[in-house]
């Protein structure tokens, strides 16, 4: 008796373990008879038709399907008309609307994700209508150089975007674990401007969701993005401060030539020629002999070269520094050292900074004599 209960248990956790869960969405479009509705899943490679259906007379249509986790789709009517759904599964999702104005009055019940990217939407859209509004007014205004509402329009303006970017900013940071999120941190105001301009949001949002969902392609996006963001604003950042002279240098670790990495800021200390180049280029292998001199001068006195080679091919890069006589510090990854390369801005080969021993630029692009001249004075 025991057997066969146990038996009935399992067959029961079987049966239930390959059934997958199913979702459905029913709905109604005035004015839609006889047209056609899709329904798409939403993927960062492409986005292939799930499944289309013609709308009843009564404008009527329902779609079944199965997701494991929240799950992107398009709901469209066209390449220019469709809603964003955000469906769980087992949900059963009810829309009703208009075929000729679906975008903007359609109505939604039975999926909690949808039901927030439409209040997303309908916030979003309606701040852009206030500024497109906006817009206009100011550029009238602005042919009158005597108006006195320009700055009052203005001020109006940037109210409305700062609110709007508030709010959404506040929903990310209290839903991070929402894939709605992932909706609001991609809203735009145009090609270049996200609503969402709070880095600290983003890496929030990216790591909560990359925990839950690591096989989310949106997830997996959004992570990859903002590791991107992170690092292209780091970048930004380490360029504008060495361009203005800024006070301490950005770091570098890359191995040397016997693969141990090597700390530009290790060198501390010392005065430091920080010196980018590359083996097959002809002007950095005539300049390399004078560096190996000026080496041998003054590295008693506190002085270190750093080489830094943007070099791929390793085989000519040791070859260089054995035929030129580099007996100084030379690192590179092979593969350009295009971190080291952006961060210091290095326009042109070769390329060197001057840094003191707090590490702070105090020179840029000294050749032959002039650097010499320059170590005389400081080296004494």
């Known amino acids: 008796m025991k057997k066969g209960f146990y038996f009935l248990i399992m067959l029961l956790a079987l049966v239930s373990c390959g059934k997958k869960p199913n979702f459905t969405i029913t709905g109604r479009l005035e004015g839609g008879k006889g047209k056609s509705i899709s329904?798409?899943?939403?993927?960062?490679?492409?986005?292939?038709?799930?499944?289309?259906?013609?709308?009843?007379?009564?404008g009527g249509f329902k779609f079944k399907g199965s997701t494991s986790t929240p799950t992107f789709y398009l709901l469209k009517l066209s390449e220019k008309s469709f809603i964003?759904?955000?469906?769980?599964?087992?949900?059963?999702?009810?829309?009703?609307?208009?075929?000729?104005?679906?975008?903007?009055?359609?109505?939604i019940s039975g999926s909690k994700g949808s039901e927030i990217l439409r209040d997303?939407?309908?916030?979003?859209?309606?701040?852009?209508?206030?500024?497109?509004?906006?817009?206009k007014l100011i550029k009238v205004q602005q042919l009158n150089p005597a108006s006195a509402q320009i700055n009052g329009l203005t001020a109006q303006f940037n109210r409305?975007?700062?609110?709007?970017?508030?709010?959404?900013?506040?929903?990310v940071k209290r839903n991070p674990f929402s894939l709605a999120s992932v909706y609001a941190l991609y809203q735009k105001w145009d090609n270049s401007s996200f609503v969402i301009n709070d880095m600290q949001a983003?890496?929030?949002?990216?790591?909560?969701?990359?925990?839950?969902?690591?096989?989310?392609?949106?997830?997996i996006a959004l992570y990859n993005n903002t590791l991107q963001f992170i690092n292209q604003?780091?970048?930004k950042v380490l360029a504008n401060a060495v361009k203005n002279n800024a006070v301490n240098s950005p770091n570098i670790i890359l191995p040397d030539v016997d693969g141990h990495n090597k700390e530009l800021w290790s060198l501390h200390g010392k005065h430091v020629l920080l010196h980018f180049w590359s083996a097959k280029d002809r002007a950095s292998r005539?300049?390399?002999?004078?560096?190996?001199?000026?080496?041998?001068?003054?590295?008693?006195?506190?002085?270190?070269i750093y080489m830094v080679s943007i070099d791929d091919d390793r085989s000519a890069w040791l070859d260089a520094i054995a035929t030129d006589n580099?007996?100084?510090?030379?690192?590179?990854?092979?593969?350009?050292?295009?971190?080291?390369?952006?961060?210091?801005?290095?326009?042109?080969?070769?390329?060197?900074?001057l840094l003191d021993k707090e590490g702070n630029i105090i020179a840029k692009d000294l050749k032959g004599p002039v650097l010499n001249e320059v170590l005389s004075k400081i080296l004494k």
Request: hydrophobic residues 35%.
């Open 120 to 135: 997303l939407d309908n916030r979003f859209f309606a701040a852009k209508t206030k500024l497109d509004s906006l817009q």
């Open 39 to 58: 329904l798409n899943k939403l993927l960062i490679s492409d986005q292939p038709i799930s499944d289309t259906v013609k709308l009843d007379p009564d």
């Open 326 to 353: 580099l007996s100084c510090i030379n690192v590179g990854d092979m593969k350009g050292s295009y971190q080291a390369v952006t961060n210091f801005n290095v326009q042109e080969l070769p390329y060197n900074y």
């Open 160 to 171: 409305i975007v700062n609110d709007h970017s508030e709010y959404v900013t506040s929903f």
């Open 202 to 219: 983003m890496k929030t949002a990216a790591s909560a969701l990359y925990s839950v969902y690591p096989k989310n392609e949106q997830v």
């Open 286 to 304: 005539i300049v390399n002999p004078v560096l190996s001199e000026i080496y041998q001068k003054y590295k008693s006195r506190g002085f270190e």
């Open 84 to 107: 964003t759904l955000l469906i769980d599964s087992t949900e059963n999702v009810s829309i009703a609307g208009t075929y000729t104005n679906f975008i903007r009055d359609y109505k």
């Open 233 to 235: 604003e780091r970048s």
